[in-house]
């Protein structure tokens, strides 16, 4: 397998709208496996990594998302369907689809599941800030070798991306696979990572491979590594020091030698992951990079979308390089990609640079209004806060939130969770 490659996994009887969208998957870049029906399916679920999954709505969609969980697995699944009837649709969704998609699909959905499935973003740095500069030289300087790295920076910032690129200069052959540990319970966690045997839980019918032997030949990347429990943090640390073929590349907005001192995180595994560290700057440190970015999304969105290049106005750079981002290079990316949408204009002006849900984009107010109050409050708080006030100003709707944060949907709604159970008040969706 290609080591670039993701593989989706596509259940349903054979029908030419389904071997549509395995053609158009393939075209897009992924490895398709056909189940035609939901118990193959899980037997391939079990042998191999699978991205994303698209289940025919006609078939047990709640079943099958109830063997998942019951079996620990965490991929995103969408229900497809022709012409299926609404109920059929909003069933799945109840069931735990992540969405629906009407057959035949169009190359761009395809394109934009595998994305957003595998966080598939391309391995090239856009940037002459000089702190980036350090960092993306530092990384690639490392790329061959095979000690863990740390790459820490706010969220939004590019740390998937500096990942992706570092395994792309590896040399390395096996596949870069990715771990989300925020917000994932820790029993799914364990799964995804080291696997397990039939009977270790009364759901395991079957032996599951993880995805550290999986990844073996490539590189394993864990997000927020910070959020990883004790037990799969020592689990982890042993692992590492039985020296697999793996390479691990970890991410934290965390401050993890912090974490360490409260006894949250071991201390022998933030050793190991100091090996070789790379901070990533926000993006309000390195103004003068916006431009670049900007032109650079916005060819992007024009080449994908088949869309006119358009350039963007002096206007809409000075809007750009006053605003806030606390979303970061991630949000930057949603709101030029929607302006190109919007743009009727030969050039992207002011006007067009909207937020998610449609409201002007403002200049940031005086820099110290924002950072003064966040002194003397933890990476939690922050972090919380941060979350809260997206999701009030996308008025509840979970996918924007996530889009200008940088994080899944998935590990958007597991941290609601943790703030419900909290007795914290979340914006209604």
């Known amino acids: 397998m290609d080591p670039h490659e993701i593989r989706i996994l596509l259940i349903g009887r054979p029908a030419s709208e389904l071997d549509r969208a395995a053609a158009l998957a ?11 029906d939901e118990t193959s399916a899980m037997t391939t679920m079990r042998r191999a990594h699978v991205a ?105 910032a590019g740390k998937a991306l500096l990942a992706r690129s570092i395994h792309a200069q590896s040399g390395r052959q096996g596949p870069m696979l990715t771990v ?18 039939a009977g270790a839980f009364p ?72 090996a070789a560290r790379i901070a990533l700057p926000p993006l309000v440190e390195r103004l003068p990079d916006i431009p670049l970015l900007a032109h650079h999304f916005a060819a992007r969105v024009a080449a994908t979308e088949g869309l006119p290049m358009r350039p963007l106005t002096e206007d809409a750079l000075s809007l750009l390089a006053g605003h806030g981002w606390p979303g970061n290079v991630g949000e930057l990316e949603n ?21 998610s849900d449609g409201s002007r984009l403002s200049p940031a107010t005086d820099a110290n209004d924002g950072i003064d109050p966040l002194v003397g409050r933890t990476v939690e708080e922050v972090e919380r806060a941060l979350i809260l006030k997206t999701l009030e100003r996308c008025r509840g709707n979970r996918t924007s939130a996530s889009n200008i944060l940088g994080i899944s949907v998935r ?3 597991n941290k609601l969770k943790i703030f419900i159970e909290a007795g914290i008040s979340v914006p209604a969706a």
């Open 26 to 36: 393939a075209q897009a870049g992924a490895v398709v496996v056909v189940a035609h």
């Open 52 to 156: 994303l999954v698209m289940i025919d709505v006609a078939l047990d969609v709640a079943g099958f998302i109830a063997g998942l969980r019951a079996e620990r697995f965490a991929v995103p699944v969408l229900a497809c369907g022709i012409d299926a009837p609404a109920a059929l649709a909003v069933a799945a969704i109840r069931a735990g689809a992540d969405d629906y998609v009407p057959l035949p699909p169009e190359l761009a959905m395809i394109a934009a599941a595998l994305a957003a499935a595998a966080e598939r973003p391309g391995s090239t740095i856009i940037g002459q800030d000089a702190a980036l500069r350090r960092a993306v030289d530092f990384a690639a300087s490392i790329a061959a070798a095979r000690m863990p790295v740390l790459l820490t920076g706010p969220v939004g």
């Open 180 to 197: 989300e540990c925020a917000g994932v319970p820790a029993d799914v966690l364990e799964s995804d990572l080291f696997g397990h045997r």
């Open 203 to 274: 759901e395991a019918v079957a032996d599951r491979c993880g995805k550290l032997d999986e990844a073996r030949g490539g590189t394993l990347f864990l997000r927020d590594i910070d959020w990883l429990p004790a037990g799969l943090q020592a689990r982890l640390a042993m692992a590492l020091a039985a020296a697999p073929s793996t390479r691990l590349v970890a991410s934290t907005t965390a401050d993890l030698a912090a974490r360490v001192h409260d006894g949250r995180f071991r201390a022998d595994l933030a050793a190991r992951l100091d």
């Open 335 to 355: 709101v030029v990609r929607r302006a190109a949408v919007l743009a009727r204009d030969e050039r992207i002006g002011a006007q067009d640079l909207v937020l």
């Open 411 to 413: 590990t958007m709604r």
